[in-house]
């Protein structure tokens, strides 16, 4: 059995396709498995070339494009490794990427999983700069509350991470954060302080054309993730054909906002105030975010009071004291 199996959920055929692959098989750790799962498109190995011949290439073939979810799902009920790495169809693992994470895998028996830097590249490859990224274990643990700490295809992790939290339906566009949300709360997370992994950011990307749905689906995992670290049951998850999502992602931010505010949240309610103006310039979502807060804030407790006006004001890094590698 391999010690490591890739996974890579692709649901097109995309110029980007086979250097992913090539990005894996070309590891310097070679005891790996690449776990291909098409989403429906029908591709051969054959259309892959000599890649397609790797006999560390495992095929799950779906007869049409179920959602990221369920692909992952499915690559992961057929992956075989002792760890699991993540990587999307159209990024880039750097040669020694799995060697350095399964070494502090090993090294760290507490780790539930390991990111590493990445970088950000364009549609030719070209580097543009640093991607955000949280390394330490806490600090990771606190920003999940508001998002992912590091890029999700820079992970890797212990088999029993992935088996324990599947991918959740409901959220198709941000199963990932869920998943590294709920990760968090379980086991300590921790990085390699090294660039292995290149994310290629362009239009085309699912982030850059379902914007509203994913801001929508973010928000709503932010409010699960304060009831359950709250010790709260996360009580019912919206079904996918009753959700209707806002006009603006601006818009997805107020609404919660005011949810927040009601369930209690009132640190998470100032801080989705903060990110609607953030997603919407104008002087009319300042007002309304203004608005928000003057009304939200004698509504705080105490001892919630200090958090919430640095959510609002500053944000949640210097909020939180947290500092980006």
Same mark, same amino acid.
């Given at each position: 059995?391999?010690?490591?199996?890739?996974?890579?959920?692709?649901?097109?055929?995309?110029?980007?396709?086979?250097?992913?692959?090539?990005?894996?098989?070309?590891?310097?750790?070679?005891?790996?498995?690449?776990?291909?799962?098409?989403?429906?498109?029908?591709?051969?190995?054959?259309?892959?070339?000599?890649?397609?011949?790797?006999?560390?290439?495992?095929?799950?073939?779906?007869?049409?494009?179920?959602?990221?979810?369920?692909?992952?799902?499915?690559?992961?009920?057929?992956?075989?490794?002792?760890?699991?790495?993540?990587?999307?169809?159209?990024?880039?693992?750097?040669?020694?990427?799995?060697?350095?994470?399964?070494?502090?895998?090993?090294?760290?028996?507490?780790?539930?999983?390991?990111?590493?830097?990445?970088?950000?590249?364009?549609?030719?490859?070209?580097?543009?700069?640093?991607?955000?990224?949280?390394?330490?274990?806490?600090?990771?643990?606190?920003?999940?509350?508001?998002?992912?700490?590091?890029?999700?295809?820079?992970?890797?992790?212990?088999?029993?991470?992935?088996?324990?939290?599947?991918?959740?339906?409901?959220? #198709? +566009? %941000?199963?990932?954060?869920?998943?590294? &949300?709920? !990760?968090? $709360? =379980?086991?300590?997370?921790? *990085?390699?302080?090294? @660039?292995?992994?290149?994310?290629?950011?362009?239009?085309?990307?699912?982030?850059?054309?379902?914007?509203?749905?994913?801001?929508?689906?973010?928000?709503?995992?932010?409010?699960?993730?304060?009831?359950?670290?709250?010790?709260?049951?996360?009580?019912?998850?919206?079904?996918?054909?009753?959700?209707?999502?806002?006009?603006?992602?601006?818009?997805?931010?107020?609404?919660?906002?005011?949810?927040?505010?009601?369930?209690?949240?009132? #640190? +998470? %309610?100032?801080?989705?105030?903060?990110? &609607?103006? !953030?997603? $919407? =310039?104008?002087?009319?979502? *300042?007002?309304?975010? @203004?608005?928000?807060?003057?009304?939200?804030?004698?509504?705080?407790?105490?001892?919630?009071?200090?958090?919430?006006?640095?959510?609002?004001?500053?944000?949640?890094?210097?909020?939180?004291?947290?500092?980006?590698?």
């Amino acid at each position: 059995m391999p010690v490591v199996s890739v996974l890579m959920v692709f649901h097109r055929d995309t110029p980007f396709l086979r250097p992913a692959i090539a990005s894996v098989l070309g590891q310097t750790w070679r005891d790996l498995e690449l776990v291909l799962v098409d989403n429906g498109t029908g591709l051969t190995a054959e259309a892959l070339g000599e890649a397609g011949r790797d006999p560390r290439l495992r095929w799950v073939r779906l007869a049409r494009n179920e959602g990221i979810p369920r692909g992952h799902n499915a690559g992961m009920a057929a992956a075989r490794g002792e760890f699991i790495a993540l990587l999307d169809h159209d990024d880039l693992a750097l040669p020694a990427r799995i060697e350095r994470q399964v070494e502090l895998l090993r090294t760290d028996s507490r780790l539930g999983l390991v990111a590493s830097r990445a970088e950000t590249i364009d549609d030719a490859g070209r580097v543009l700069g640093p991607e955000f990224a949280l390394l330490a274990p806490a600090a990771q643990k606190i920003y999940t509350q508001y998002a992912a700490p590091v890029v999700t295809p820079a992970y890797t992790g212990r088999r029993e991470v992935f088996t324990a939290l599947p991918y959740r339906e409901i959220f #198709p +566009l %941000a199963a990932d954060f869920d998943f590294l &949300a709920r !990760a968090a $709360e =379980r086991w300590p997370m921790a *990085g390699v302080d090294e @660039v292995l992994l290149q994310y290629r950011r362009h239009s085309a990307q699912a982030t850059q054309v379902h914007a509203v749905a994913i801001e929508q689906s973010r928000a709503e995992i932010r409010l699960l993730t304060a009831r359950r670290r709250a010790g709260r049951p996360e009580g019912e998850l919206p079904t996918a054909s009753g959700r209707t999502a806002p006009p603006t992602a601006a818009e997805c931010c107020r609404q919660m906002a005011r949810r927040c505010l009601e369930e209690g949240f009132g #640190p +998470l %309610a100032l801080y989705h105030a903060r990110r &609607a103006f !953030a997603l $919407e =310039r104008s002087v009319g979502s *300042g007002l309304r975010a @203004v608005g928000f807060a003057c009304r939200a804030f004698p509504r705080l407790r105490t001892g919630e009071r200090g958090l919430g006006a640095k959510l609002f004001l500053q944000g949640p890094l210097r909020a939180h004291g947290l500092a980006p590698h």
